[in-house]
């Protein structure tokens, strides 16, 4: 049997570093995913962002309470990273190379039009829209862990979700006509 995050934290407290590397295999990947999410495509950035989470975790790890899931834990402090790394780095440069990146690609098939459609919709979405749609869809968050994760109240997560759903829906109206 598998043991739970919960028993895992307990003996990695305990000095048992084979138990904090097994929550490291089991939560790299949603991290990273996270992480690159949020540096649109940036995979160095997010590696290196990731393993700065997972080094603060094990210096923090004495004060996971255990209020919510040791992934939502995990998360927030990938955000917290990823907002200092933010501030160090101008949000211009950021999005001026993602768009360079985005001008490299050859057309897309007609298969993958509605994905790149949506990939374009999704820019112009404010940051903190892109970041609650990818904890909910891609990460499949609840709202309240999402507000754990980001530090928001309920109300901002869930108003956050309505207004990037309802833009997505405006940008993208081409792809259901009888709406």
């Not at 000095?15 to 995913?33: I, K, N, P, T, W």
């Not at 990939?119 to 940051?127: F, G, I, V």
């Amino acid at each position: 049997m598998t043991p739970s995050d919960a028993t895992l934290v307990t003996r990695a407290l305990e000095g048992d570093r084979d138990a904090f590397g097994e929550l490291v295999l089991r939560h790299q990947s949603a991290v990273r995913r996270f992480l690159r999410h949020l540096a649109r495509g940036d995979e160095a950035l997010a590696d290196d962002l990731a393993q700065d989470t997972f080094v603060q975790a094990w210096h923090r790890l004495g004060q996971f309470r255990g209020d919510a899931a040791f992934a939502t834990w995990l998360l927030g402090i990938a955000h917290n990273h990823w907002r200092n790394a933010r501030r160090k780095q101008r949000e211009v440069a950021l999005e001026a190379a993602h768009l360079d990146a985005l001008e490299t690609v050859p057309p897309a098939a007609t298969a993958s039009d509605l994905r790149q459609d949506l990939a374009q919709a999704m820019q112009r979405l404010d940051p903190d829209e892109q970041t609650a749609l990818h904890l909910t869809y891609q990460q499949g968050l609840s709202h309240s862990d999402i507000a754990t994760v980001l530090g928001w109240p309920l109300g901002t997560v869930k108003t956050h979700l309505a207004r990037s759903k309802e833009k997505l829906r405006t940008l993208l109206a081409a792809w259901n006509p009888s709406t």
